[in-house]
């Protein structure tokens, strides 16, 4: 019988497809970040300068969001334009609005961005343990 630990049982990230709410065939594939990762991300977008002489930390928000996007979406299927007037102010003009949008980091940043609601859902979802404990599939 072999010895288990904890620590080869762990993984940095896992990977699932959660349906955004309200959104029929909007789903995204998510990341759980450990608390490491966080860490990793958050000293990545901070620098230090020095201020008389003491150092001072200043965290570069926009480049925090950048890499948790990254870390966090890793894709989506179903984001219909409707769906995008529903999450961000767009102006779709004469655009079919059952199109959708195709998946990049740049287009998740920028919903990230646009979207206070679709920020929040993703942060709530990719920090729930609970959303990944039965996902088999890991990165």
């Known amino acids: ?16 497809e959660a349906e955004y709410p309200g959104m029929p065939g909007f789903k995204v594939k998510l ?10 991300l958050r000293k990545k977008a901070t620098k230090t300068s020095f201020k008389n002489r ?4 200043e965290l570069n928000d926009e480049l925090f969001l950048q890499l ?25 003009g004469a655009a079919d609005r ?3 949008l195709d998946y990049t980091p740049d287009e998740a940043l920028a919903l990230m961005k646009a979207s206070s609601n679709f920020d929040a859902w ?8 609970g959303n ?5 599939k890991s990165k």
Do not use: C, H
């Open 1 to 16: 019988m072999s010895v288990l630990s904890l620590k080869s049982l762990l993984v940095p990230s896992k990977t699932v």
């Open 31 to 40: 990341s759980f970040l450990s608390r490491e990762t966080l860490i990793n």
């Open 54 to 57: 003491q150092p001072v930390e």
């Open 68 to 92: 948790y996007v990254e870390a966090a979406i890793k894709g989506w299927e179903g984001l219909k334009l409707s769906y995008v007037e529903q999450l961000a102010p767009v102006d779709l």
């Open 98 to 100: 059952e199109d959708t």
């Open 122 to 129: 993703v942060s709530e979802q990719v920090n729930d343990l």
């Open 132 to 136: 990944f404990q039965n996902s088999s």
